[in-house]
């Protein structure tokens, strides 16, 4: 492999500074303003449909996302595109049960529900167990990145974390979630693009273009997908489709980082169109980060696979190694600068939520001060979000691997996730659980998934299905054991007695 000089020039390190510069300067402009939690957490609950779309579906696009699917594409082929499926079933659950009870009751987080329904053990636990999965989950984001880009382009692995650290803690601490939803859409436009251009630019270089993919693809087995029931094969039609359904529910339903996108929306009506339109643009979107890793290894099957020649360690390297030995000068600073700044829009997301859930979640309900000035309330919402911060940074450096980034991230998600769809569809879908039953049905459904994450083959993709059905079925059975909750308990809570449709 080149040295980085050969690939990387001054022109480079020039866009890649200015492009980072200006996405902390987005984030900090939104500063002003800001007087109360309800603008700092939800932007005073004022945006449309089409911006919650569009940073719903930024969401799923973090810095090892945009290294992930590339990856698991020229690796594996582009089959796990087909993952996206399970937004068919993740998305109309979501938008039918989900937002009508998290919307109407005008709550913060969606751990708030759990109290209403059940008790506040509950919505600590519940709440305390977001917090710890998206430390872990933010560590990654922050280390995974920086560990391929450091591979690839030489750059140290401390300067890119603590570079996307402290200037995404910075323009969040300030910003709030109106700086998260619109450095969310930039980076969005920016990768999206930039990896259509890219994918194009490889199409045209490679003879027969896209039908030479195909076939080149065919003949290397790189276009197969296993169609067998068995939940010990690692990627099945099955697990994309049903396994990974729940998978994405966990995300959408009961996760602070989306909840939290949701709530801005100016109304149930508008939050719920956001999310149609979101579905409408996941697979074309999707498909061109999938599909982008069949291209590149037709394109290096043609030129010499770096993966076999040993100039890059691993499949997840893929995109940033064909950007800078392929693009023009200042186009490879740009593509670099775009998945920092994919980690830094992750990690600024993920911070707010946590601040959101710390300080409504257990703060406001542990040490209640109804006289607190918002004022104060801000100031001290700025302190955890520049801690958290501080926490992810320190974190990435203890991040160990846990396979490719693709399966370490949905695993993390999966294993924790999976018993909390099972107690938020537990609480709502039946009047008859009780608090007592919840409870332990969701200590059940976490100890069977660990169990079974750890102590058995099955595959990833079905580890948070596992997780919501023993939590629901053990949850209803010993909720049969307490008498049934009463009717105050109940009410606007369950879905035979839900709120109304309308905003």
């Known amino acids: 492999m080149p040295p980085l000089s050969q690939t990387f020039g001054w022109l480079d390190y020039a866009v890649f500074a200015a492009y980072l510069a200006l996405t902390a300067a987005i984030g900090l402009w939104f500063a002003r303003g800001q007087h109360d939690l309800k603008e700092y957490f939800l932007a005073g609950r004022s945006m449309g449909s089409v911006v919650v779309s569009m940073t719903i579906l930024a969401a799923l696009f973090s810095g090892i996302t945009f290294l992930a699917a590339p990856g698991e594409g020229y690796l594996h082929g582009p089959a796990f595109f087909l993952v996206n499926l399970g937004f068919f079933i993740a998305t109309p659950l979501t938008n039918i049960v989900f937002l009508r009870f998290l919307y109407s009751h005008r709550f913060f987080t969606a751990y708030q529900y759990l109290e209403e329904r059940f008790s506040t053990t509950l919505r600590t636990l519940a709440s305390g167990a977001f917090i710890l999965r998206v430390l872990l989950w933010l560590a990654a984001a922050t280390y995974a990145p920086a560990l391929a880009l450091e591979q690839v382009t030489g750059l140290p692995l401390w300067f890119t974390i603590v570079c996307t650290g402290l200037v995404t803690t910075v323009y969040t601490t300030f910003g709030g979630i109106r700086a998260v939803i619109w450095t969310d859409i930039m980076q969005l436009v920016v990768l999206f693009g930039g990896m259509l251009a890219v994918v194009l630019l490889a199409l045209r270089q490679i003879p027969g273009g896209l039908a030479q993919v195909i076939e080149l693809g065919r003949a290397g087995g790189k276009l197969e997908l296993s169609l067998s029931p068995d939940p010990t094969v690692r990627v099945t039609l099955w697990g994309l489709l049903i396994g990974a359904g729940f998978m994405y529910l966990v995300q959408m339903a009961t996760d602070q980082v989306s909840v939290q996108r949701y709530l801005t929306a100016r109304s149930l009506r508008a939050a719920r169109r956001g999310l149609w339109i979101k579905l409408a643009l996941v697979l074309p979107v999707t498909g061109v980060f999938y599909g982008s890793g069949l291209v590149f290894w037709a394109f290096y099957q043609l030129k010499g696979d770096p993966l076999v020649a040993g100039q890059i360690t691993k499949a997840d390297q893929i995109l940033p190694y064909f950007v800078l030995h392929e693009l023009p000068a200042g186009l490879p600073g740009l593509f670099i600068a775009a998945i920092y700044a994919a980690s830094m829009s992750t990690i600024s997301a993920g911070i707010n939520s946590l601040t959101s859930a710390s300080l409504v979640d257990f703060y406001q309900r542990l040490w209640p001060r109804p006289n607190l000035a918002e004022t104060h309330q801000l100031r001290l919402a700025r302190l955890l979000t520049f801690g958290y911060g501080a926490i992810v940074m320190l974190l990435a450096f203890l991040v160990e691997s846990l396979g490719t980034l693709l399966e370490a991230t949905n695993k993390v998600i999966s294993m924790v996730g999976g018993p909390l769809i099972g107690l938020f569809l537990l609480g709502m879908l039946t009047a008859r659980a009780t608090a007592r039953g919840a409870l332990l049905g969701w200590a059940i459904g ?35 054991l307490d008498p049934p909750p009463g009717e105050r308990q109940l009410a606007g809570l369950t879905w035979s007695r839900r709120p109304p449709a309308e905003d």
Not at 463 to 474: D, K, N
């Open 446 to 480: 976490t100890a069977a998934t660990l169990w079974i994450s750890f102590r058995t083959p099955i595959s990833f993709l079905w580890w948070a299905l596992a997780g919501t059905l023993v939590t629901l079925v053990a949850g209803y059975l010993l909720s049969l």
